[in-house]
């Protein structure tokens, strides 16, 4: 591909040259125009370690570009056609905000050259603070891992390892709940609450773990299956494979009860039993359930379908879907989330998951 | 010993919050208008959940000596940037750029620490770099 490209400018240059040689006029030439630069942080140094492509819209025809983007900070689009384009380079919490721009004048066979300044998130660039790019750098530092899928000794795929959701920069999980009105109001009632996360409280933040972008381990047995997870209470859920229902007395919880089955090569696994301030899910009832299908297409890819349903709340069933990459060389860690929390200082004392 | 006895003058009439800290958001802590640049000695390392800090005796502009705290992320986080929790050590002389606390205390959040042999340490992946 890189050759082709190669290839291309050359022929491209020379088409170029001899055309002005005889004519003294520039060619006409469709698609050879091109864009590259650095990501800057507000600090001024070049990010480096993201693989978050630029995606670029050409105004006129609507078609879609996106970028390579080194872990040394450049991107670069060739092969573009004259004109104005909308640019997007989207980032996920916490360290940097999504960088977009409008009308970027792309003139005909030119390489032009746009620095995108992007500006801190919510974690104002603290040291040690961004889980979205701790998990590119793990997932880069990890090496090519790719090879066929692991399997138990009865043949069903083997979803041990230590993983790491890829950023939702991609569209992953971007949608809302589908809320129906009287749940929609409830949410509008929170937002003005402006309230900080669950997550401030070190209370659970997602009812499905594999929804979060922290590390998190499957440990598999044939009957039983444990994901352990980083920096969430916690820090654990069980998914029962042995053909158990739901115990007839369930006081609903923030992870519910979860009991999973075989589809071929996909692991499915049905949780009831949340409680109604269970996040991740928007506004909800005690009737949500979830659906997780877990397939693992290669040694280090877990594909993962998150389908919720709650017929109390939402005016359809609502589906998500992740990319979790495998991760070599390290370990979950302790996370004593309230070892020094003190919401006190700038926050409502008590979790209110509801106005 | 006098000057220890000092710092714990500092920490006990500071208005630096020491022990209770908020799993949060920063820019709702911080405020991004407020940036910071302060050079001056570490005098201790919290190395706590859910995040670390660091304080820093800096002399103000009129010669007296003030009590900083510093905010980091999570522990976990930084061991994985090869950041520990020795990597700053009481009597380094330092330098931070932060944001200041939207509360008015000796608090900021610590966005480029830099060392007095001219180490940088910045958020991001560039540090990971640097420091393995």
Known sequence: MLQNKKNIK??????????????????????????????????????????????????????????????????????????????????????????????????????????????????????????????????????????????????????????????????????????????????????????????????PQSAVLSTLIFPYKFIQTDDLIVQLIEFVTPGFRQIFLDGRSRPDIWNPSWYGHSVGHWEGDTLVVESTGFNEITTGF????????????????????????????????????????YEARLVKGQEILEFVCAEGNDTSLFAQPVWRGRP | MKKISNLLFLLLLSFVPLSGFTHHSFVSQFDPAKEVIMSGMVARVRWTNPHAFFDVVITNEKGEEELWAFELGSPNTLIRYGWYRDTLKEGDAITVDGYLARSGANLANAKIVTLADGMVIQAGSSYLEETQ
């Open chain 1, 10 to 203: 050359f022929i491209a240059s020379a088409l170029l040259f001899f055309a002005t040689l005889c004519s003294q006029s520039a060619l006409s030439q469709n698609d050879t125009a091109s864009i590259t630069g650095n990501l800057i942080d507000p600090n001024g140094s070049v990010i480096t370690g993201l693989s978050t492509p630029v995606f670029m819209t050409h105004t006129e025809s609507g078609e879609n570009f996106q970028s390579n983007v080194s872990l040394e900070g450049q991107y670069e689009i060739s092969g573009l056609p004259a004109g104005t384009y909308d640019l997007i380079f989207p980032s996920s919490c916490c360290m940097y905000m999504t960088y977009s721009q409008e009308s970027v004048e792309i003139p005909e066979g030119q390489a032009v050259r746009l620095d995108l300044n992007l500006g801190w998130h919510i974690n104002l660039g603290t040291i040690g603070d961004d889980p979205g790019m701790l998990a590119e750098d793990m997932i880069n530092q990890s090496g090519d891992l790719s090879g066929p899928t692991p399997r138990m000794p009865d043949g069903k795929p083997d979803f041990s390892g230590l993983w790491y959701n890829l950023p939702d920069t991609r569209g992953f999980g971007a949608s809302r709940a589908p809320l129906q009105p009287w749940a929609a109001d409830i949410q509008e009632q929170l937002n003005d609450l402006g309230q900080q996360g669950s997550a401030s409280y070190c209370l």
């Open chain 1, 282 to 321: 928007g506004i909800h009832t005690e009737a949500l359930t979830i659906t997780e299908r877990y397939t693992r297409p290669q040694n280090n890819v877990l594909l993962i379908e998150i389908t919720a349903e709650d017929p109390e709340a939402y005016t359809e069933t609502w589906t998500r879907n």
